[in-house]
């Protein structure tokens, strides 16, 4: 019996699946930045309630350390998504004239 030959995988196709690879992994650490970033978020609530019962001062400290927090959490997001951003630049074939 012949075997069967396979047609050979073009260019772009190999870039179309790289690129669904690629926005498949980004898409879900995406996520898991936020999901964890979520349970951060919640601990600290969680933090902040139990403080309710002590000093305005420790309060107003946990308070300005979540502040913290969550602005490092927004600048890692960004990062990760200017990172993204530059990959798809670098990584996007140019149109030919």
Known sequence: MPVAETPPIRANDRIDAARGIFDA????TEATLKASFE???A???AG???LDATSTSQRAALQEWNKAAQRAQE???EAFQAQVRATE???????KN
Not at 25 to 28: H, P, R, S, Y
Not at 89 to 95: G, L, S, V
């Open 25 to 28: 992994w980004v898409a879900g």
């Open 39 to 41: 349970v951060h978020n």
């Open 43 to 45: 601990g600290l609530a």
């Open 48 to 50: 902040l309630a139990m």
């Open 75 to 77: 600048a890692a997001l």
């Open 89 to 95: 630049r670098a990584t996007t074939p140019r149109a």
